[in-house]
């Protein structure tokens, strides 16, 4: 039969039932096959035994293969007419025929014949005379070399030769489209001397070992080899849209099989499963969403149904429970029949079954199926030993040196920056993919587990979200006079609780406590909201932001303790019960609500928080003989003569807030070359990038008019990363076995997820290390090196440590790139976690561009040629920490003030990014504008260089982010910039930030 191989069962029962015991319960779907399967009959009864059943087009009819010719011990090929019950005989009827296939749009079908084998009725002869003994040949399958492809009319005639190479040509099937047939053939074991004598013996014991996976035109011209994988290949199918085919692959020793897809020229390729058993026949239900394939994971000998979802992203589910082979299923056209071969029988023998198919059941059993572990891989399984191939979870087979070279580099890429993976977002199922993809590389270039529990995985908790209890949240507000006014005010509306706030109650009076600030320092610089103003067991209203009008420098003293968390706090320690922030009329969003989810860590402030509307405030501030405007007016220039904290007379507010964090998890993985033996300290170099990316956007996306909701693939932000760190893995890894005497230090490879959510995964690491901190005595890290331009590279982190100018004064005589050294270790990627706990730092980074963070950021804008370079600079540079007797010094750097200007603490908003790799021009040039935002409503483009702001020269990003900081929103501001050395002004009226 087409999936049936040449293994002896008996011999190796024991075997596999060692390999599967307690499976039992594992995939089973709950129920009996009755979930999936009604209305069981059987279609076949003549002859001998029956199976491989295939679908015309229409639905109508059945081409089988079947023992029932009277002078003809082997199968011949058979047409049944399913209403009807007619049947004839399609085959010529001499030798032996198997794998058949109906062509759709014709009245051709297909099979693969032995009877142009000169010896062919001999072996028919001599069958009948072992038969006649009382013997029954071992259970396996003939891989006949004079196997080859034919086609024919349903009627028999026309019968016209495809393949003509010598060697076993079989389990061939059409395209949906009728127009190419894919095939297995063994032509390549041919001359057997040709082969080694390993191979040769091979051939004797497990001759399937040498098939591989070919396509050709239906009229058998142009016949393509596709894998080149050691082990069997066979059993292939076209997808219902034909892209894809579908097909199982065999270990070296025959004793293993899961399934795979691939795109028609042989890339692309997909694992599907990972089951530890023999798992064959796929074939795909017509809604492409799953494939059906029989597997022996219970027991050697019982081969039961099962069914994957179309990416093998979930365990398989159990669709039969019987202890018989049920095997080689096809779903109808319609996909509501299927027809398996059995034997279920009364004599035990295999024939047709056909059952009506729920596919609903299957949808909801696959949904409620656990998402499959790929980490654990088949026991036995073997790449293929000509390319070094590597899987992932969703099985993508990739080629593979362990030197680096632009092929890996790019192969890397573009399934880390593929669709299927959905833009990497922290926690979805593309990082998983991302992740089980990385972690199968490490172990086959020989890293050592350096994760939790043995494994490559470091595990972290992340608050993905909160969501409202709509009804637990309420505030009101009690106006005191002659006779008392309750007023309701509805959540989501009037107000909303903030992502930090604590979940409770709070009930009392209220005072006003202007910004909320409490800023240390001499006279000139302190600050304090909170001078002579008792909160205790108060409810506290304060502004959102800081002053307005005050200039720059005052801004960016004052914005070090403006974050709401911070202002929380204040209150809490001071005994307050509450805290109502309110966004004042001279503040961007006057009046509106905050986002729940302003802040990523989302922990509890130990004290009630929510935002409230002006509807609230007016209320608050009636019988106060005092106006939030006039008041903030006063503070917005540091009045002295306002008194900008009070207590809100007449007023009682009771509050109560409820949320609920929506928890999530991720995974950092590491792996780890160790030093070698004899190593005076355990120390490490840290090598690492983030994986994660933002999925399809959201509000950190830059996507332009008619982007919006795509996939943010992030080829450059940042699969570029981590393809460079990959492949120094296995670089360094082979250099290690090569020279072991240079790694006096070994290496952890660190890569990181959560980093767009605020470099969650390694800062998780720097808290919850799985080595001793104090043992790594270097991090460098990869976060955007794939957009290399006019040899510019840029390197951040050099005043971490004294002997980074010295390293790259050195390796730089021999790559020569235009280095823009940066002394700042605070950068807002990975670095900035394991600064702060004693390592010395760098970050490599090719520059922002106008993909960035946009769907357009794709692997094919990638310099790939760059990234080699980038890799082979940096690997001479771990080389030498590797092999240093000295240790690099640490460098305390303290956060400079424009640092901690935060774009969170910006008012306007402008939609421009500027290029902060840029050297030698006055002004300020953008690496992009996004789209419909006021610059590109100005005018503004990319590449624009901006020279004046309101009148204002503009030599610097400082300067830039001073002019938008301090010119507000919502007023039109002339822009002076400089476009192709010509000077344009243009107009823009900027945005408040939301």
Same mark, same amino acid.
């Given at each position: 039969?087409?999936?049936?191989?040449?293994?002896?069962?008996?011999?190796?029962?024991?075997?596999?039932?060692?390999?599967?015991?307690?499976?039992?319960?594992?995939?089973?779907?709950?129920?009996?096959?009755?979930?999936?399967?009604?209305?069981?009959?059987?279609?076949?009864?003549?002859?001998?035994?029956?199976?491989?059943?295939?679908?015309?087009?229409?639905?109508?009819?059945?081409?089988?293969?079947?023992?029932?010719?009277?002078?003809?011990?082997?199968?011949?090929?058979?047409?049944?007419?399913?209403?009807?019950?007619?049947?004839?005989?399609?085959?010529?009827?001499?030798?032996?025929?198997?794998?058949?296939?109906?062509?759709?749009?014709?009245?051709?079908?297909?099979?693969?014949?032995?009877?142009?084998?000169?010896?062919?009725?001999?072996?028919?002869?001599?069958?009948?005379?072992?038969?006649?003994?009382?013997?029954?040949?071992?259970?396996?399958?003939?891989?006949?070399?004079?196997?080859?492809?034919?086609?024919?009319?349903? @009627?028999?005639?026309?019968? $016209? %030769? &495809? *393949?003509?190479?010598? =060697? +076993?040509?079989?389990?061939?099937?059409? #395209? !949906? /489209?009728?127009?190419?047939?894919?095939?297995?053939?063994?032509?390549?074991?041919?001359?057997?001397?040709?082969?080694?004598?390993?191979?040769?013996?091979?051939?004797?014991?497990?001759?399937?070992?040498?098939?591989?996976?070919?396509?050709?035109?239906? @009229?058998?011209?142009?016949? $393509? %080899? &596709? *894998?080149?994988?050691? =082990? +069997?290949?066979?059993?292939?199918?076209? #997808? !219902? /849209?034909?892209?894809?085919?579908?097909?199982?692959?065999?270990?070296?020793?025959?004793?293993?099989?899961?399934?795979?897809?691939?795109?028609?020229?042989?890339?692309?390729?997909?694992?599907?499963?990972?089951?530890?058993?023999?798992?064959?026949?796929?074939?795909?239900?017509?809604?492409?969403?799953?494939?059906?394939?029989?597997?022996?994971?219970?027991?050697?000998?019982?081969?039961?149904?099962?069914?994957?979802?179309?990416?093998?992203?979930?365990?398989?589910?159990?669709?039969?429970?019987?202890?018989?082979?049920?095997?080689?299923?096809?779903?109808?056209?319609?996909?509501?029949?299927?027809?398996?071969?059995?034997?279920?029988?009364?004599?035990?023998?295999?024939?047709?079954?056909?059952?009506?198919?729920?596919?609903?059941?299957?949808?909801?059993?696959?949904?409620?199926?656990?998402?499959?572990?790929?980490?654990?891989?088949?026991?036995?399984?073997?790449?293929?030993?000509?390319?070094?191939?590597?899987?992932?979870?969703?099985?993508?087979?990739?080629?593979?040196?362990?030197?680096?070279?632009?092929?890996?580099?790019?192969?890397?890429?573009?399934?880390?920056?593929?669709?299927?993976?959905?833009?990497?977002?922290?926690?979805?199922?593309?990082?998983?993919?991302?992740?089980?993809?990385?972690?199968?590389?490490?172990?086959?270039?020989?890293?050592?587990?350096?994760?939790?529990?043995?494994?490559?995985?470091?595990?972290?908790?992340?608050?993905?979200?909160?969501?409202?209890?709509?009804?637990?949240?309420?505030?009101?507000?009690?106006?005191?006079?002659?006779?008392?006014?309750?007023?309701?005010?509805?959540?989501?509306?009037?107000?909303?609780?903030?992502?930090?706030?604590?979940?409770?109650?709070?009930?009392?009076?209220?005072?006003?406590?202007?910004?909320?600030?409490?800023?240390?320092?001499?006279?000139?610089?302190?600050?304090?909201?909170?001078?002579?103003?008792?909160?205790?067991?108060?409810?506290?209203?304060?502004?959102?932001?800081?002053?307005?009008?005050?200039?720059?420098?005052?801004?960016?003293?004052?914005?070090?303790?403006?974050?709401?968390?911070?202002?929380?706090?204040?209150?809490?320690?001071?005994?307050?019960?509450?805290?109502?922030?309110?966004?004042?009329?001279?503040?961007?969003?006057?009046?509106?609500?905050?986002?729940?989810?302003?802040?990523?860590?989302?922990?509890?402030?130990?004290?009630?928080?929510?935002?409230?509307?002006?509807?609230?405030?007016?209320?608050?501030?009636?019988?106060?003989?005092?106006?939030?405007?006039?008041?903030?007016?006063?503070?917005?220039?540091?009045?002295?003569?306002?008194?900008?904290?009070?207590?809100?007379?007449?007023?009682?507010?009771?509050?109560?807030?409820?949320?609920?964090?929506?928890?999530?998890?991720?995974?950092?993985?590491?792996?780890?070359?160790?030093?070698?033996?004899?190593?005076?300290?355990?120390?490490?170099?840290?090598?690492?990038?983030?994986?994660?990316?933002?999925?399809?956007?959201?509000?950190?996306?830059?996507?332009?008019?008619?982007?919006?909701?795509?996939?943010?693939?992030?080829?450059?932000?940042?699969?570029?990363?981590?393809?460079?760190?990959?492949?120094?893995?296995?670089?360094?890894?082979?250099?290690?076995?090569?020279?072991?005497?240079?790694?006096?230090?070994?290496?952890?490879?660190?890569?990181?997820?959560?980093?767009?959510?605020?470099?969650?995964?390694?800062?998780?690491?720097?808290?919850?290390?799985?080595?001793?901190?104090?043992?790594?005595?270097?991090?460098?890290?990869?976060?955007?090196?794939?957009?290399?331009?006019?040899?510019?590279?840029?390197?951040?982190?050099?005043?971490?440590?004294?002997?980074?100018?010295?390293?790259?004064?050195?390796?730089?005589?021999?790559?020569?790139?235009?280095?823009?050294?940066?002394?700042?270790?605070?950068?807002?990627?990975?670095?900035?976690?394991?600064?702060?706990?004693?390592?010395?730092?760098?970050?490599?980074?090719?520059?922002?561009?106008?993909?960035?963070?946009?769907?357009?950021?794709?692997?094919?804008?990638?310099?790939?040629?760059?990234?080699?370079?980038?890799?082979?600079?940096?690997?001479?540079?771990?080389?030498?920490?590797?092999?240093?007797?000295?240790?690099?010094?640490?460098?305390?750097?303290?956060?400079?003030?424009?640092?901690?200007?935060?774009?969170?603490?910006?008012?306007?908003?402008?939609?421009?990014?500027?290029?902060?790799?840029?050297?030698?021009?006055?002004?300020?040039?953008?690496?992009?504008?996004?789209?419909?935002?006021?610059?590109?409503?100005?005018?503004?483009?990319?590449?624009?260089?901006?020279?004046?702001?309101?009148?204002?020269?503009?030599?610097?990003?400082?300067?830039?982010?001073?002019?938008?900081?301090?010119?507000?929103?919502?007023?039109?501001?002339?822009?002076?910039?400089?476009?192709?050395?010509?000077?344009?002004?243009?107009?823009?009226?900027?945005?408040?930030?939301?």
């Amino acid at each position: 039969m087409k999936r049936i191989l040449s293994i002896v069962f008996v011999s190796v029962l024991s075997l596999f039932s060692q390999l599967n015991w307690g499976v039992y319960d594992a995939y089973a779907n709950g129920k009996d096959e009755g979930q999936f399967l009604t209305n069981i009959r059987q279609l076949t009864n003549q002859g001998k035994s029956a199976g491989e059943g295939y679908f015309s087009q229409d639905g109508k009819y059945l081409i089988f293969q079947s023992e029932r010719e009277p002078e003809n011990p082997f199968y011949q090929i058979y047409m049944m007419n399913i209403e009807s019950g007619e049947t004839h005989r399609v085959s010529p009827g001499t030798g032996k025929t198997t794998c058949s296939f109906f062509r759709a749009n014709s009245d051709e079908v297909l099979f693969s014949s032995t009877h142009l084998d000169l010896e062919a009725k001999a072996k028919q002869h001599a069958e009948f005379a072992f038969r006649s003994l009382g013997k029954k040949r071992r259970f396996t399958w003939d891989y006949d070399e004079n196997y080859d492809i034919f086609s024919s009319k349903r @009627d028999r005639l026309g019968l $016209k %030769r &495809l *393949t003509d190479a010598y =060697g +076993y040509d079989a389990e061939g099937a059409y #395209s !949906p /489209d009728g127009a190419k047939i894919v095939f297995c053939s063994l032509r390549n074991a041919y001359p057997i001397e040709a082969l080694s004598p390993e191979d040769q013996k091979r051939m004797q014991t497990n001759t399937a070992y040498f098939g591989e996976i070919y396509i050709m035109n239906a @009229d058998g011209t142009d016949q $393509k %080899r &596709l *894998t080149n994988w050691r =082990g +069997y290949d066979g059993g292939p199918f076209f #997808s !219902p /849209d034909g892209t894809q085919i579908i097909w199982r692959h065999f270990n070296e020793d025959g004793m293993l099989a899961d399934i795979y897809t691939m795109k028609l020229d042989g890339t692309d390729i997909h694992r599907l499963t990972d089951f530890n058993s023999m798992s064959w026949a796929p074939y795909y239900h017509p809604s492409g969403k799953y494939v059906i394939f029989h597997s022996n994971k219970y027991g050697f000998a019982n081969c039961e149904l099962f069914i994957v979802d179309v990416h093998g992203e979930k365990e398989p589910v159990r669709v039969t429970c019987n202890e018989i082979f049920d095997g080689l299923p096809v779903f109808s056209p319609d996909g509501q029949r299927l027809v398996w071969t059995s034997g279920r029988t009364s004599t035990g023998e295999s024939q047709l079954f056909m059952a009506d198919w729920n596919h609903e059941a299957a949808l909801e059993a696959l949904r409620a199926s656990q998402l499959r572990l790929s980490y654990q891989p088949s026991q036995s399984f073997s790449f293929p030993e000509s390319t070094n191939q590597i899987m992932s979870e969703k099985g993508v087979v990739r080629p593979f040196s362990s030197e680096i070279n632009v092929s890996d580099l790019k192969a890397e890429v573009q399934y880390l920056a593929s669709d299927k993976l959905e833009g990497r977002m922290t926690g979805s199922k593309g990082t998983q993919m991302a992740a089980n993809y990385i972690v199968e590389y490490f172990k086959e270039i020989g890293l050592k587990p350096s994760g939790n529990n043995g494994t490559y995985f470091q595990e972290f908790p992340f608050i993905s979200g909160v969501k409202i209890l709509h009804d637990k949240n309420c505030l009101q507000i009690t106006k005191k006079g002659n006779e008392d006014v309750e007023l309701k005010f509805e959540v989501n509306k009037d107000f909303i609780p903030l992502g930090f706030t604590t979940n409770g109650e709070a009930e009392g009076q209220v005072v006003f406590a202007g910004y909320g600030l409490s800023v240390p320092g001499n006279e000139g610089k302190l600050y304090d909201s909170y001078a002579g103003l008792d909160v205790k067991d108060k409810i506290v209203v304060a502004l959102h932001y800081v002053p307005e009008k005050v200039d720059m420098k005052r801004r960016m003293e004052l914005n070090r303790y403006a974050g709401l968390r911070y202002k929380a706090m204040l209150a809490r320690e001071r005994g307050a019960k509450a805290l109502l922030v309110i966004v004042g009329p001279n503040s961007p969003g006057p009046g509106e609500l905050l986002q729940i989810s302003s802040d990523v860590t989302y922990a509890d402030s130990g004290i009630i928080v929510a935002s409230i509307t002006n509807k609230i405030a007016d209320v608050l501030f009636a019988n106060s003989g005092k106006s939030l405007g006039s008041i903030q007016s006063g503070l917005d220039v540091e009045d002295s003569k306002v008194a900008g904290c009070f207590e809100l007379p007449w007023v009682r507010v009771k509050v109560s807030t409820a949320i609920e964090q929506i928890r999530e998890k991720d995974h950092n993985v590491l792996g780890l070359l160790p030093p070698i033996e004899g190593a005076e300290k355990t120390e490490y170099v840290m090598i690492g990038a983030h994986y994660d990316h933002i999925g399809h956007g959201g509000v950190d996306s830059l996507a332009r008019k008619g982007e919006e909701g795509q996939i943010h693939n992030g080829a450059d932000d940042n699969a570029s990363g981590v393809s460079t760190v990959m492949e120094l893995a296995a670089s360094l890894a082979e250099e290690r076995k090569k020279n072991p005497q240079l790694f006096r230090r070994g290496i952890i490879f660190g890569l990181w997820s959560g980093e767009e959510l605020g470099c969650l995964g390694s800062s998780y690491f720097a808290e919850h290390p799985t080595v001793q901190l104090k043992d790594i005595t270097a991090y460098l890290n990869y976060d955007m090196v794939g957009r290399l331009k006019d040899n510019n590279l840029t390197v951040e982190g050099l005043g971490s440590s004294s002997i980074w100018t010295k390293m790259f004064e050195k390796c730089n005589l021999t790559f020569k790139f235009n280095l823009r050294l940066l002394q700042d270790p605070y950068q807002p990627t990975d670095i900035t976690s394991l600064y702060p706990k004693g390592i010395p730092v760098i970050h490599f980074f090719t520059g922002v561009h106008e993909d960035y963070n946009r769907p357009t950021d794709d692997s094919e804008t990638l310099n790939y040629e760059g990234m080699l370079r980038i890799a082979e600079f940096s690997k001479s540079m771990v080389i030498d920490l590797l092999g240093s007797s000295e240790r690099p010094d640490y460098i305390k750097v303290a956060q400079s003030d424009e640092q901690s200007l935060k774009k969170s603490t910006r008012r306007a908003y402008w939609g421009t990014i500027p290029d902060f790799t840029v050297e030698g021009i006055e002004g300020v040039k953008l690496s992009s504008v996004k789209g419909g935002g006021p610059a590109d409503k100005a005018g503004i483009k990319d590449g624009d260089i901006i020279i004046e702001i309101a009148g204002q020269k503009i030599k610097n990003v400082y300067d830039y982010n001073y002019a938008i900081d301090t010119l507000g929103f919502g007023k039109s501001i002339e822009v002076a910039v400089l476009r192709n050395g010509k000077h344009e002004v243009m107009t823009i009226v900027p945005e408040a930030r939301k």
